[in-house]
């Protein structure tokens, strides 16, 4: 049972256009959001966050949207670099706060 | 800055095999985990630990075990390796089991396992 879910395994956009990745859950216990970027051959870096009593929260080029009632967030990257190539995963606190479940990750590729 | 290291970063094993990959944290973080990454398949939880000598399952245990003498170092061993463990292998830590202290998890640069 997929909790958390990322529908697309990959997206192509232009370079200086924006980037929506999307992540759906079914959990509607969660209350806390996050997005981590991973380069091949890397681990994963945390990359931005939201909790449940906000629906939106902006660091630079990275906003996150969170639609509760739809159980959806999104990830927002405006423009969109070469170097934001990567996969993208969501992911949330699982059964105790400290695990975290994460979609299978949508892997993006901005084209110069 | 929080580092999380990991013994090797590639590895080629026999079936059969004994096999230790280690995973050390300098930032006191209660919590360790074992991640493996497979394409199309994400971040699958193998085990955890909250504290020094306690381990608990998570998804995918079978095949593996762990192993937590201090708080800084977590082991994960996989007792005779199989092919279908070929996989990339990531270690995370964190600090709190508490949400409003944040829940991230910072990862190490993973360990890419081959069982030939």
């Known amino acids: 049972d997929q909790q958390v879910k990322q529908n697309s395994p990959s997206l192509s956009v232009q370079e200086g256009r924006i980037s929506i990745l999307n992540c759906d859950y079914t959990?509607?216990?969660?209350?806390?959001f996050l997005w981590y970027k991973k380069y091949p051959a890397e681990g994963p870096t945390f990359l931005i966050s939201?909790?449940?009593?906000?629906d939106k929260n902006e660091d630079g080029r990275f906003t996150v949207f969170l639609n509760k009632s739809a159980k959806h967030l999104s990830l927002h990257i405006v423009p969109s670099q070469p170097g934001d190539s990567a996969v993208y995963f969501c992911?949330?606190?699982?059964?105790?706060?400290?695990?975290?479940?994460f979609g299978k990750g949508t892997k993006l590729s901005v084209i110069p | 800055d929080v580092k999380v290291t990991q013994s090797s970063r590639y590895l080629v094993k026999r079936t059969g095999e004994k096999v230790f990959l280690e995973c050390v944290q300098d930032m006191d973080h209660e919590n360790m985990f074992w991640y493996r990454q497979d394409p199309g398949l994400g971040l699958r939880l193998i085990y955890f630990?909250?504290?020094?000598?306690?381990?608990e399952k998570g998804d995918i245990p079978e095949g593996y075990s762990v192993s937590r003498e201090k708080k800084e170092r977590f082991s994960l061993i996989l007792e005779s390796a199989s092919t279908n463990q070929t996989s990339m292998y990531l270690c995370?830590?964190?600090?709190?089991?508490?949400?409003?202290?944040?829940?991230?998890?910072?990862f190490g640069p993973g360990t890419r396992l081959t069982v030939l």
């Open positions: 992911a949330a606190p699982g059964a105790g706060s400290y695990q975290l479940t």
């Open positions: 995370a830590s964190s600090f709190s089991q508490f949400l409003w202290e944040g829940p991230e998890q910072f």
């Open positions: 630990s909250y504290d020094v000598k306690m381990k």
């Open positions: 959990n509607s216990m969660f209350d806390y």
């Open positions: 939201i909790s449940s009593i906000k």
